[in-house]
């Protein structure tokens, strides 16, 4: 049995709301491993400084004081400086017990895990890169973007300090080699996104529609996420108002984020009446939604340019749904969509005329469709078990 600590931003509490770092903590301690996880409320509501035990993992949270979630740059930076340097030294104990710490991107929010006093003799590190810090906010930020090589020097810096270092995809393994110096490519592993695995939802279509208040002969376009810059959705709100002579096509959009009050803004400046903004939701009542919608939505940013797996095409896979997905050009998850999943269609971000066209095309082919969804269970059956994503952790280490 080993001492597993995992140290994290996002490991949400109370039963359905589980992340991916829940179900591989969890996973992790039914194989017997002593699992903790440490993990920095970045965003001040994600909860207060607390230890608690749940499912066999042992969490250790750790909440700043309100000052620092103010938003603005001097509290922004503040806040990346200090708050792993005050969590390190918060849960110094439990890190001293590590056999095996795992962490995830980006590095810069959890540095101080990394550096100074070195782990135990024989402990073993793995990363799991899900994003590449600071490419993916490249062209975001403004006038911040004079701090994107020190940025970037952090983050390599601290990726040579792993052991080993899990890449989603093929495009993500080559983009880390290409952008990142020094970063040895004997210690790069597959490693796809995974999810506990579920059976398909006995909700039907039609009764998750009774429920919700929809229409039960409308075609539902569902998008579920956050709701940022790095989305790019005001392609959802276009397509929206492309589609508006269209009664029967009724587009959903749940969850929350920076962007969400400017899009909401927008849609009703444009009288757009077939777009429902749903506030977030539990992951469980957000289910519902899925269950009701007849083709998910996945939206990244043009200027997006790096390589990534939105982890939200989990939701979609799991429930057989067919996916639409509008990417920047850097990314290979279409590529993985079209070939591996064969669940979907993408067009390149800021093509509308694609979008509208590929949207039309899945709504008149019901037979395709339900190809795409029936394809997109058997991936996720065969390919994001949790159990192989731990496997593929777990082997190295």
């Not at 179900?23 to 409320?41: F, N, R």
């Not at 400086?81 to 390190?88: E, I, K, T």
């Amino acid at each position: 049995m080993s001492n597993v600590v995992l140290v994290s931003t996002k490991y949400p509490k109370g039963a359905g709301n589980e992340w991916l770092t829940n179900e591989l903590a969890e996973y992790a301690a039914a194989q017997e491993h002593a699992v903790s996880v440490v993990v920095l409320s970045w965003d001040y509501d994600d909860g207060q400084t607390e230890n608690y035990t749940a499912n066999d993992v042992d969490v250790f949270r750790v909440r700043l004081p309100a000052f620092f979630y103010y938003k603005n740059v001097f509290c922004a930076f503040l806040k990346i400086l200090l708050f792993s340097f005050y969590a390190r030294f918060k849960t110094s104990h439990v890190l001293r017990q590590a056999d095996v710490l795992i962490a995830s991107t980006p590095c810069v929010a959890t540095w101080a895990f990394f550096t100074g006093r070195p782990l135990k003799a024989g402990a073993k590190s793995f990363l799991i890169l899900w994003d590449f810090f600071p490419f993916y906010m490249n062209g975001l930020w403004g006038w911040k973007k004079v701090t994107f090589p020190f940025f970037l020097w952090v983050e390599n810096y601290l990726y040579k300090k792993f052991d080993y270092i899990g890449c989603m995809t093929k495009g993500n393994k080559a983009f880390l080699l290409d952008k990142y110096q020094g970063v040895d490519s004997h210690r790069i592993v597959d490693l796809p996104l995974w999810t506990k695995q579920v059976p398909k939802p006995e909700l039907s279509k039609q009764q998750a529609r009774s429920m919700l208040g929809i229409d039960k002969k409308a075609f539902v376009v569902i998008y579920g996420g956050a709701m940022s810059v790095v989305q790019g959705l005001d392609c959802i709100v276009e397509l929206a108002d492309r589609c508006r002579e269209d009664r029967d096509i009724l587009f959903l959009m749940v969850g929350r984020g920076s962007e969400r009050s400017r899009l909401q803004e927008k849609a009703a400046d444009l009288g757009l009446a077939n777009i429902r903004f749903v506030e977030f939701v539990p992951r469980n009542e957000y289910e519902a939604y899925v269950c009701a919608s007849d083709l998910g939505l996945i939206s990244l940013a043009a200027s997006h340019q790096v390589p990534s797996f939105p982890s939200k095409s989990i939701d979609y896979l799991k429930v057989g749904l067919p996916i639409l997905a509008s990417l920047d050009t850097c990314t290979d998850f279409g590529n993985v969509l079209v070939e591996d999943m064969q669940a979907g269609l993408w067009v390149e971000a800021g093509d509308i005329d694609a979008l509208t066209a590929s949207l039309y095309s899945l709504r008149s082919d019901s037979e395709q469709l339900a190809v795409y969804g029936k394809n997109g269970r058997s991936y996720y059956e065969k390919s994001m078990n949790v159990s192989v994503g731990y496997n593929n952790i777990f082997r190295f280490l």
